[in-house]
């Protein structure tokens, strides 16, 4: 059984790289890399959450005990926990990098135009910093809430 499973991985993995090969040989244009990339999005969501559906089963067939179904729903439960925590993070960070990209070089401008405007001009690049600060708490959060295995 662990053969078909890594064979799905597998088999996942190719599926989601294979809309991408074009992309990184560079022939293809920007509205057709765009088409390809939302693909590669749509594809890696779908084997994402049809392994997290299948995983159970599949460890609860391996060893033919229902107990262990439960022991694949409680790893299920803990990469999904993993999971939450790094989207809260890169979301975040991402977020907060886009918003220190708007800000930061107004501020510049507006510093140089009036030596007044730093206070002001620090306290929005300072508040987009803080976006990133926000989603690690939440990770951090996530990740005390993740059961053990005692």
Not at 73 to 101: E, H, M, R
Not at 123 to 142: H, M, N, P, T
Request: glycine share 10%; proline share 4%.
């Amino acid at each position: 059984m662990e053969w078909i499973l890594l064979g799905v991985i597998f088999l996942g993995i190719i599926f989601i790289l294979l809309p991408l090969v074009k992309v990184f040989k560079g022939s293809v244009s920007a509205l057709s890399a765009k088409r390809r990339l939302v693909l590669h999005i749509a594809l890696f969501t779908t084997f994402f959450f049809a392994l997290a559906v299948a995983s159970p089963l599949i460890f609860a067939a391996e060893f033919g005990d229902p107990g262990v179904a439960e022991s694949g729903l409680f790893y299920q439960a803990a990469a999904f926990g993993y999971l939450g925590a790094a989207i809260s993070t890169g979301c975040s960070a991402l977020g907060a990098g886009i918003a220190v990209a708007a800000a930061a070089p107004a501020a510049i401008g507006a510093i140089s135009e009036n030596p007044k405007n730093l206070g002001k001009s620090l306290i929005f690049v300072a508040l987009g910093e803080g976006v990133a600060i926000y989603g690690l708490l939440i990770s951090i959060l996530i990740l005390n809430n993740i059961p053990t295995i005692s």
